[in-house]
């Protein structure tokens, strides 16, 4: 037989003989080796594993931001799991699974905090450690997230300064990644944008006072009291805008109620929607608590939105949703000044003329300066 075709014959018999043994033991588990080259994907394959996600962990200067998903919803861990931004978090999913690697950078230690990819644990480090994990815990990827790099040519893709936990390598990695470690600029922040046309009615209860608005055709007034001081017009429509464009700067669970309660408003809609509001103030900070009822399906989809939670607002706010009598009243208009007295003028007193000696007339008062009659000359004496 040729020695060649026997050659071949033995190496297919390995091979097979190799995986008998093989597929005999089990199936063997697969271990991804992370690219290592420019221009391969960081995370390769990860957009399928991404259906999996249940858990986003965020952390700057050892302080860890946790976003989680409860059925459909992702919310802040420590806000009660309120809800964030879906499309922002969206877009740092999907640029994880399209960041690659550009440049090599530096593997010592000593540099990381000039590209910005130390450890992220330490108070000082300027890192953002990123980690997504599935419902069990397990680790799906896991970045540190240095500084990006800016360029000031237009249309060039967003860079950033990355690092593997259990690498020394950094690199040049090209993507966008939109990491923030502040919470509030994570959280969905509007609550309500109810327009005035839309409010029928509004009762406030603040401290002893009941104010009763209501409307006169279109305008809106104070209908109780009805004795009450001349009121600002602007100011008794902006109670009717309360829910208009109403938005957060925070949130709590509303078992978490902060500070003193100061007054409650109820506001009726034009469908029949039913809004209470329960407003507090915590030091200089104003929140308020939100229940919605009525048959309409705007009270619905509003009482799904706002039970069970506080929100902090703004705190003009507090104005429209609990104003008191003194608030809404009209500025009194201020009285001219009076003119100053004017200055009476002053009228030279003519200084008396100077005593004249005995025996010789006073000179002529109405006689011009330096106009002094010459004395008569003495007569000649004959002589003798």
């Known amino acids: 037989m040729n020695p060649r075709i026997v050659a071949i014959l033995g190496g297919v018999a390995v091979v097979v003989l190799g995986a008998a043994l093989i597929w005999g033991r089990g199936p063997i588990a697969v271990t991804q080796t992370a690219p290592t080259q420019a221009g391969t994907l960081v995370f390769p394959g990860l957009a399928g594993r991404l259906q999996q996600a249940a858990r986003v962990e965020l952390t700057t200067k050892g302080q860890p931001l946790v976003i ?3 059925g459909d919803v992702w919310g802040l861990a420590d806000r009660g799991n309120y809800p964030v931004q879906a499309g922002k978090l969206r877009e740092l999913l999907t640029g994880l699974t399209e960041l690659h690697l550009t440049e090599p950078r530096t593997a010592d230690p000593a540099m990381y905090e000039r590209l910005g990819v130390g450890d992220p644990a330490s108070p000082t480090a300027t890192a953002t450690g990123l980690r997504v994990l599935d419902g069990s815990g397990q680790v799906l990827a896991e970045l540190i997230l240095g500084h990006r790099r800016v360029r000031a040519q237009a249309n060039l893709p967003e860079s950033i300064y990355v690092r593997r936990p259990n690498e020394a390598r950094s690199w040049l990695a090209e993507g966008r990644l939109p990491v923030d470690a502040d919470p509030q600029l994570w959280l969905l922040r509007d609550i309500a944008n109810i327009d005035a046309k839309q409010v029928a009615s509004v009762v406030v209860h603040r401290d002893d006072a009941v104010l009763r608005f209501g409307r006169d055709g279109d305008k809106p007034v104070l209908a109780e009291p009805a004795d009450h001081p001349k009121l600002d017009d602007y100011r008794v429509e902006d109670v009717f805008r309360g829910l208009e464009q109403l938005t957060l700067t925070d949130v709590k669970p509303a078992a978490q109620q902060p500070g003193e309660k ?3 408003a109820t506001i009726t809609l034009t469908d029949g929607t039913v809004v209470d509001a329960t407003v507090f103030r915590a030091d200089k900070d104003i929140w ?4 919605a009822r009525g048959d309409s399906a705007q009270a619905k989809e509003l009482a799904a939105r706002v039970t069970g939670w506080t929100y902090q607002i703004g705190s003009w706010k507090e104005r429209s949703l609990v104003p008191t009598l003194t608030e809404l009243k009209a500025e009194e208009p201020q009285k001219p000044a009076a003119p100053e007295a004017a200055a009476p003028t002053e009228t030279p007193v003519p200084q008396a003329a100077p005593a004249s000696p ?3 007339a006073a000179p002529d008062a ?8 010459a004395p008569e000359a003495e007569p000649e004496q004959k002589a003798e």
């Open 358 to 360: 005995a025996g010789t």
């Open 288 to 291: 308020v608590q939100f229940a």
């Open 366 to 373: 109405a006689a011009p300066a330096g106009d002094t009659p």
């Open 68 to 70: 989680t998903k409860q």
């Open 262 to 264: 100061l007054g409650t």
